[in-house]
């Protein structure tokens, strides 16, 4: 996602939507952090689909989006004129988180770190690590999530053995995996996230039901 054209400011709105993993009010931010994030960042960020936005009577609620969690993998440009320090840090905080703090603690990527509900899973036990990353996108047990939203999670996973796991979960019935029902509302990308399952493509998916 290099090329996205993030200011060191920008990024730092990341880290801290990162830190809070959760839906947050412009005004909480102002509060905690001294943080007041302007439309035009909110909107650039939009556009990147790195975070999502909402208005909250006079403020607007913020949280990082899925491809937001995805970008936090890659490295920043941290460095502003006259904050070089600060930027150094940020830069050694972002690095080693990464490459130091997430080995040890089992943890398949910083999404699952910083999750306010557990995600992690055994070692090699994919299915437990799509059921902790789905009840992490759903809004409650049995609720549909898009593939879409599910597959950026697990970058790390060759698509056809992440697909043969989902198979396998919805084979055994500890999953639900189905066509979008209205078709006209499909995106590129909920396209692009179909699985092929029963000889028609399948863009939903529910556990818990």
């Given amino acids: 996602m290099a090329g996205d054209d993030l200011t060191p ?6 880290m801290v939507l990162m830190v809070e993993a ?3 009010l412009n005004t909480e931010l102002k509060a905690k952090y001294g943080l007041d994030v ?5 909107d ?3 556009r990147l689909h790195y975070v999502s936005s909402r208005r909250s009577g006079r403020t607007v609620a913020m949280q990082l989006d899925d491809k937001g969690w ?7 440009d941290f460095n502003a004129r006259g904050a070089k320090a600060l930027g150094a840090a940020l830069t050694a905080l972002h690095t080693h988180l990464r490459e ?4 040890r603690s089992g943890a398949a990527n910083l999404t699952e770190l910083f999750a306010r509900t557990d995600m992690r899973a055994p070692a090699g036990d994919l299915s437990a690590r799509i059921a902790g990353t789905y009840r992490a996108l759903a809004d409650e047990p049995g609720a549909w999530v898009s593939l879409r939203r599910l597959r950026p999670f697990f970058a790390d996973v060759p698509r056809a053995e992440l697909d043969e796991a989902l198979g396998e ?3 055994s019935g500890r999953a639900n995996i189905v066509p979008e029902s209205n078709q006209q509302t499909l995106t590129a990308a909920d396209r692009d996230a179909a699985l092929r399952l029963g000889g028609q493509e399948n863009h939903l998916l529910a556990i818990g039901v």
């Fill in 44 to 46: 650039k960020l939009a």
């Fill in 9 to 14: 400011s920008e990024g730092a709105i990341l």
């Fill in 70 to 76: 995805v970008r936090m993998q890659s490295d920043f």
């Fill in 38 to 42: 302007r439309k035009e960042q909110r």
């Fill in 100 to 103: 130091r703090v997430l080995d």
């Fill in 22 to 24: 959760r839906e947050v």
């Fill in 169 to 171: 979960l919805s084979d």
